[in-house]
């Protein structure tokens, strides 16, 4: 049984994608997404025979003219592209960075980058290379972290963990005992406390990985105790795994809607006026899923894009699930304009009720939108300036709900002393923010970058985050 | 915990402005901290502190959360983790525990589990205590004022919290007919006495009274001997929107050195007849009584003026309609004052939340069925570990009194409180006492 094939991806909702900004020292209307950059290499006898790819930074032009810019590297090992351009108002540039340690004894390495910027001050951006001899070069290390050992779970759960190496981790795999399931994807941002905890680490911003792993795939229709196991490979082909949960799964008793999104596949790039996401929903005895799809929700970065077409037959689904009332047209396709978001890494992701029911998530998936718009295209964000005194402002009440019914009650959100709002959710969950004011924009705050909001998080227009 | 940093930036250099707002990432198989449980009232200033407890009562699940402490005006002053593994306990000092303590005017426990209790203990070191159970009900209609002492030798305090995000007008009506309004915003708590709804004037008349748009807010009532007249009694009491046809108040004291002080509360408009079963302590129901109280009246008195013969233990009402009702105790030194509700206070398992360590601790349990019960007493540290348990039967109706240690064939020195359980319902509660004998406090088995 090809079970990756079936299950949705799943990472953190609030995974960061970085829309960076920059620390006070840097011009106050051009931002990056990252402030350093970490590579490592392995040497094979006088060649080297593995290091980490290339990398990339964003710049950010966040204030009102054009920029110019210009990209100079310090070190022979480094190099980066492209040399210049123009960024327009409100527009960004992404400049790929990498190295070539071939030739380098086994020591670390330091550069720097500097970008010159048409106005403001030239930004400076730290690069290290850390050149390993064979013995020196270690596994990948990390944490399984969820779900917990011990714990009951139907229908789809959170696999999620994270993962290191001195090189680059090249991949998480998510096994039941020998059966293999699927790869987890690592997802940028999604886990800061690893990033600030281990700096020194090549693309430690994209440690945390995720699987979102459809339970009533696994043998015996996901009723009976599994081991779960995450395996990390690095480049070099080292393996550790990170850890074993031993969970109950008991889908026999399950109440929710499951089901999966098939389409876009992990990392895949969309574009165009018309992309199609395919997916599947059931739900347990005796409920049913009404077939115009109208308790089916699918959420586009958090925000609610409209009910899929439904009940279309799946010959895949009806063979492995025939007893449900929807088994014969538990299919659903859902259409949408990519061109009417950035380019970049975004979330889709259903929900899906059946009568009477509280909706539930489903499934996810992340996915690269592409339409070419590239270097220079204004996005629809300007990151804000993190070089003025910012005072907390509370005095429009703000509210929230959790969860895909947006017909609960708001709840009011206020601030402690140290003015600052809280909100607790579990992985996979939904929150929705209302500002109930307009004008603002949001970012996601780090050791010394404020970067974009989330992927597959949304602030729109009328102020409401979700 | 995954923690993310989010902040909303509105406005261009000098004028901007922001809201922050952090996320808080927990697995999804980590209930959410959506329960919670009030201590609507800290005060830890002008001499006064205030202990809080918090105990995890599942033996087998981890309770997780935070415990959030608030100034009058709602505003969130410090975020305190809470991990208690089964059956642990916690206890905090507001004064010594707390930054801002003299700010925080009530706490909230929020946390991922219904299975937990406490009790706030207000006092002045030497002088005053008094304990009250946290509660994690928020009244959802009119909320009973039982007793008001507003007089020459009396205070009776209110301390409310709205626990809303509106702001609410109370309206409490008085048992001599007078009224008051008392606003208060989203959140906001207050505390206030009687006689300073009347310009500072004390009102001997009223006797009780009834908050009526009282849902969404939790309260209790504090009554104190004023200051100056050598008397230092404390107690109080939470406002809650319950009552019940079975009132039982399972101590009377004894009357050379105690006052047991009785009040049955009837918050209808129809007349209420009660029939008062007194009981030995083996069990021996005595002379049945019966009497009425009024509609929106109340009895008040002490166990001798019921005619309760010398040999009861404790009794029962029974009424024809739904009442309210405590009881307390105090000395006849004025010294001590200890009391506790008598409404739905019968279970078949729970806490007696603290072993005094610098004092004395006194347990009682009634058994309230007429079949015998069998209770188990599990001695317990704070860890959550048990030191000693025992079992005891009781015949129906029989009450079981004594020290914490008595109750136990072995040492419980390193317990600091008691967990119970019984096959029938039962009616228990603690006092609490210091070895100068100047303080006192009274808790329910909750």
């Known amino acids: 049984m090809k079970i990756h094939g079936k299950v949705a991806f799943f990472l953190f909702l609030y995974v960061i994608f970085i829309f960076a900004y920059q620390s006070p020292a840097y011009a106050a209307d051009v931002s990056l997404n990252r402030y350093s950059l970490v590579f490592g290499a392995v040497k094979n006898g006088n060649v080297t025979s593995t290091y980490t790819g290339s990398q990339t930074v964003t710049i950010y032009n966040n204030g009102t003219e054009s920029v110019t810019y210009a990209v100079y590297n310090n070190s022979e090992w480094l190099s980066t592209y492209p040399s210049s351009g123009v960024i327009l108002p409100g527009g960004y540039a992404i400049i790929t960075v990498s190295v070539g340690p071939c030739g380098y004894v086994a020591d670390t390495y330091t550069g720097s980058i500097s970008i010159d910027m048409s106005s403001g001050s030239p930004i400076s951006l730290p690069v290290a290379m850390h050149v390993l001899n064979p013995e020196q070069d270690a596994n990948p290390f990390g944490i399984f972290d969820t779900p917990f050992s011990g714990s009951t779970v139907r229908s789809s759960i959170p696999v999620t963990g994270w993962a290191l190496d001195d090189v680059k981790t090249e991949s998480v795999k998510i096994y039941s005992g020998a059966t293999y399931i699927g790869d987890a994807t690592m997802v940028e941002g999604s886990r800061p406390d690893v990033e600030a905890l281990y700096p020194d680490y090549p693309v430690n911003y994209n440690a945390g990985w995720g699987y979102m792993m459809l339970t009533n795939f696994l043998p015996g229709g996901g009723n009976g105790t599994y081991n779960i196991r995450a395996v990390a490979e690095d480049t070099e082909g080292n393996q550790t795994t990170l850890g074993t949960k031993t969970i109950y799964c008991d889908n026999a008793n399950s109440v929710k809607p499951f089901g999966a999104i098939d389409t876009p596949a992990g990392e895949t790039f969309v574009s165009g006026s018309t992309s199609s996401c395919f997916g599947w929903a059931l739900t347990p005895q005796p409920g049913t899923i009404p077939i115009d799809g109208s308790t089916i929700d699918v959420w586009i970065d958090g925000t609610n894009a409209g009910h899929p077409s439904y009940n279309k037959y799946r010959s895949d689904i009806a063979e492995l699930f025939p007893n449900y009332n929807n088994s014969d047209g538990a299919g659903g396709i859902f259409l949408w304009d990519t061109t009417a978001y950035s380019d970049g890494v975004h979330c889709i992701y259903w929900s899906a009720s059946d009568t009477g029911r509280k909706p539930d998530g489903i499934g996810s998936r992340y996915f690269t939108v592409s339409n070419s718009r590239g270097e220079g295209e204004s996005k629809d964000f300007v990151p804000a300036a993190a070089d003025k005194i910012i005072r907390g402002d509370y005095a429009t009440q703000a509210q929230y709900r959790t969860g895909y019914d947006t017909t609960t009650s708001l709840k009011n959100l206020n601030p402690d002393i140290n003015d600052i709002m809280h909100l607790t959710i579990q992985e996979g969950g939904r929150i929705e923010v209302h500002l109930n004011e307009t004008g603002y924009r949001g970012y996601h705050q780090k050791i010394n970058v404020n970067a974009g909001l989330p992927t597959g998080s949304t602030l729109d227009s009328s102020g409401v985050f979700s | ?446």
């Open chain 2, 1 to 446: 915990m995954n923690t993310h940093n989010l902040i909303f930036v509105k406005g261009q250099g000098t004028s901007k402005i922001q809201k922050a707002l952090k996320v808080n990432i927990i697995p999804a198989q980590t209930p959410l901290p959506e329960n919670k449980m009030y201590f609507p009232h800290i005060s830890a200033k002008n001499a006064w502190d205030t202990e809080v407890c918090i105990i995890n009562t599942s033996s087998f699940q981890t309770l997780t959360g935070n415990l959030l402490a608030y100034n009058d005006a709602g505003v969130q002053l410090s975020s305190t983790p809470i991990s208690l593994t089964a059956n642990a306990r916690r206890q905090f000092t507001v004064g010594s525990d707390f930054t801002s303590a003299t700010s925080i005017g009530y706490m909230i426990l929020e946390s991922s589990s219904t299975d937990v209790c406490g009790y706030m203990k207000f006092y002045i070191a030497g002088s005053y205590r008094g304990a009250i159970p946290a509660t994690m009900d928020v009244n959802s209609s009119d909320a009973y004022i039982p007793h008001i002492a507003s007089n020459v030798t009396w205070s009776t305090g209110l301390s409310l919290l709205n626990t809303t995000d509106s702001d609410k007008t109370l309206t409490i009506q008085f048992s001599n007919g007078t009224t008051k309004t008392v606003t208060l915003a989203a959140y906001q708590h207050d505390a206030f006495s009687i006689k300073s709804l009347f310009s500072g004037t004390s009102q001997p008349n009223i006797k009780s009274g009834v908050i009526s748009n009282a849902s969404g807010i939790v309260g209790l009532e504090l009554f104190i001997s004023n200051s100056g007249i050598g008397q230092y009694y404390l107690n109080g009491l939470l406002l809650k929107d319950d009552t019940t046809v079975d009132l039982y108040f399972p101590h009377i004291a004894n009357f050379n050195t105690w006052w047991t002080g009785i009040v049955a509360y009837n918050p209808s408009s129809s007349t209420a007849t009660l029939t008062i079963t007194p009981y030995q302590e083996d069990g021996t129901a005595l002379t049945v009584q019966t009497m009425e109280i009024q509609g929106n009246d109340k009895y008040i008195g002490n166990a001798e003026q019921l005619n309760c013969p010398s040999n009861a233990a404790w009794f029962h009402i029974a009424s024809t309609q739904a009442l309210s009702g405590f009881e307390l105790f105090g000395t006849n030194n004025h010294q001590q004052l200890g009391g506790y509700t008598c409404v739905n206070i019968s279970v078949t398992s729970g806490v007696f939340p603290k072993i005094e360590k610098s004092g004395w601790t006194g347990i009682a349990l009634v058994n309230i069925q007429s079949s015998s019960a069998s209770v188990t007493l599990n001695a317990m540290k704070d860890d959550g570990t048990q030191v000693a348990t025992t079992s005891l039967s009781l015949d129906p109706h029989e009450k079981s009194v004594g020290s914490a240690q008595e109750l136990f064939t072995t040492d419980i020195s390193e317990a600091t409180y008691i967990s119970f359980s019984s096959t029938n319902p039962i009616v228990g509660f603690q006092l609490n006492g210091s070895t100068d004998n100047m303080l006192l406090d009274a808790l329910p088995g909750m």
